[in-house]
């Protein structure tokens, strides 16, 4: 998979334009089982990553991605800052400059444990894990973009009856069964907005 | 020198006030710095603020962070995980609350107790 | 009627912010009253104001006041000695962090939780 | 002991005398091993009182006891507060309005009991009730006023090596031995102002 320079600009253009059209979605998950700010975040992370555009894409896919994550780290200001950006980071570490399927489904895998570790959390939880995690499995059984982003969209969705043990939406308890989770949604929306992109290109 | 304090709430009112609360106990006898809030003024945390808090209490003999909620402490182990090489082990987060927690370890810390103690005293708070 | 939230700090900063931090996670659906400062204004606690606090927060379901050091926590017990006699027995100090006991308090509050249940979640925070 | 409404007035004023005259000094030991604000809540405190000294003298002694005791509770604002008001609340249930010296010793020490239940705590922690065990002891072996104004005294001086237990001082773990307990003190202050009137009087 060649993910060239410009190619790098649309997935960040992508994925800004979709936080910015589902921030008030975002807002209301997070209104309801935490403390409705997961919208705003993720909308100051996207949008400082999209600033930085042009100098972005113009660096080689790891630093491109260390770059990102290092901006959302330094913008998004929730408990989910970190982990997104933990993410972008360890995914630029993990790959080369062209990284074949297997090389980015084991890079996914790499920095899905690193957001575990940063939020001493598993999937099962109710968090952004219980997307990443099917969607590494489906990396690695090398499904299509389409099919993952659908993996991604049915994984948010089966949040909806979990109860959460990580974040604020754990001081709910068993009211918190029943919403889908803010971070698991933001992921889904992340992962579909960079499959859009892929999918009209080579897959 | 004796160990730093730095409080990192979601709250710009808790943290300050916080820092109120450990100034009247310790004077200036302990580097003290706090920050609440995040990047757009909202009830959150700010790695970029934090380290820059870190920074601002520093000593020799390391600084003490009291955080809030999660998003605070997640924050503030970036933040650590930023600084420099030669200062990153000597900058931790209690497991104690914010506010009484500030107190009590700022009390150990006027004492001239190493980081490890001051940590542990703060800690023991949280299994009381 | 959901219980009750009153905080009780030494600093009105403190007081305020931590309220703010509760407003964020369930708005209005809990009767919530805080107050911070002794009479002269300084860091400490007024039972007079405490008292204020938690008949501003009543509810039938009872209170849980959230102390920080101390004073605040014997001024609490204080007012709560002076309320009518019907509401004296719903009015419970939780032994809890101040700032995060009062958002997990709460969180648990909104849910329509007892004030036993209440009190007990946010006392499970020290025993952690 | 014939409390008359002149007494209680002179009793009041040179307990609020004696605090001004003070207060700095309690200041002092509260910011060597507390907060510092010991010697102004003392004041706030006692001024309240002196201010309505009129209102209080006129009422017989059990309801100025305890109209002394809410004018502390509801201004002083410290943990001692509540201790003090304490006090001064359950002397006044105790005593009737003219007690012998037994009566006196026993609501004494009942008043001593209320305030160790408020603040959890007993004798050799370091506190004032290292001053009113002492006291209540010299009471019961019918001590002179002068007598047990020096037991107070040297029950003060003797919270000099202790190390605190209770209150913020217990903060400071060992490096509160050195230094007298604020709280020790004004308690040692009031007991001598009360002792000197009543010294001066038929004792
Ligand atoms: N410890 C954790 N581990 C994994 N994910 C977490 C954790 N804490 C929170 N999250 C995720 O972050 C989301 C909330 O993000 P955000 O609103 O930015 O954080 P905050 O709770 O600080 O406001 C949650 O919906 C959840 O998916
Ligand atoms: N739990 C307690 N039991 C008995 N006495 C106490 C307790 N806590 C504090 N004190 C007394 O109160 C004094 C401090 O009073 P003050 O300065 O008004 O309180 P604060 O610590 O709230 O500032 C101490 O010196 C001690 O004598
Ligand atoms: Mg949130
Ligand atoms: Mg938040
Ligand atoms: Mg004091
Ligand atoms: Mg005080």
Redesign the pocket.
């Known amino acids: 998979m060649q993910i060239d320079s410009a190619l790098r600009r649309r997935l960040i253009e992508e994925m800004a334009a979709t936080v910015e059209a589902h921030c008030q979605e975002l807002t209301e998950l ?1 209104q309801a089982i ?2 409705g ?2 919208g705003t ?1 993720m909308k100051r992370g996207f949008d400082a990553v999209l600033a930085h555009a042009d100098k972005l894409a113009d660096q080689p896919l790891p630093a491109a991605l260390r770059g990102i994550g290092q901006t959302l780290v330094m913008s ?1 200001g ?4 970190p ?1 997104y950006g933990t993410f972008f980071l360890e995914l630029g570490k993990a790959l080369d400059e062209n990284p074949d399927r297997a090389a980015f489904a084991a890079g996914f895998a790499r920095a899905m444990a690193a957001v575990a570790a940063r ?3 598993e999937p099962g939880q109710k ?3 219980d997307v990443l995690a099917p969607v590494s499995a489906a990396l690695a059984e090398n499904e299509t973009p389409a099919g993952i982003a659908r993996v991604a969209a049915e994984a948010a969705e089966a949040t909806v009856p979990m109860q959460a043990l ?4 754990a001081f709910l308890g068993a009211r918190s069964v029943g919403h889908m ?4 949604r933001s992921a889904s929306l992340i992962i579909g907005a960079v499959c859009a992109v892929l999918e009209g290109t080579s897959g | 020198m004796n160990v730093g304090i730095v409080i990192v709430s979601h709250s710009p009112k808790v943290a300050e006030g916080a820092a109120d609360m450990v100034r009247q106990m310790v004077g200036d006898s302990v580097p003290l710095a706090y920050t609440g809030g995040d990047e757009a003024g909202g009830l ?1 945390t700010s790695v970029a603020r934090i380290l820059d808090a870190i920074n601002a209490a520093w000593s020799e003999a390391g600084v003490a962070v009291l955080v809030d909620l ?2 605070a402490e997640t924050n503030s182990e970036m933040a650590i995980e930023m600084l420099p090489p030669e200062r990153r082990e000597r900058a931790v987060i209690c497991n104690a609350p914010i506010v009484e927690g500030a107190v009590i370890a700022a009390a150990e810390a006027s004492g001239g107790s190493s980081l490890a103690k001051v940590q542990a005293v703060a800690d023991e708070l949280s299994s009381q």
């Open positions: 997070d935490g403390d700010d997961h975040g998004m929730g408990a989910s800052g982990l939020g001493k959390s968090t952004l894990l990580r974040g604020r939406a989770d803010p971070g698991a | 959150g999660g998003g």
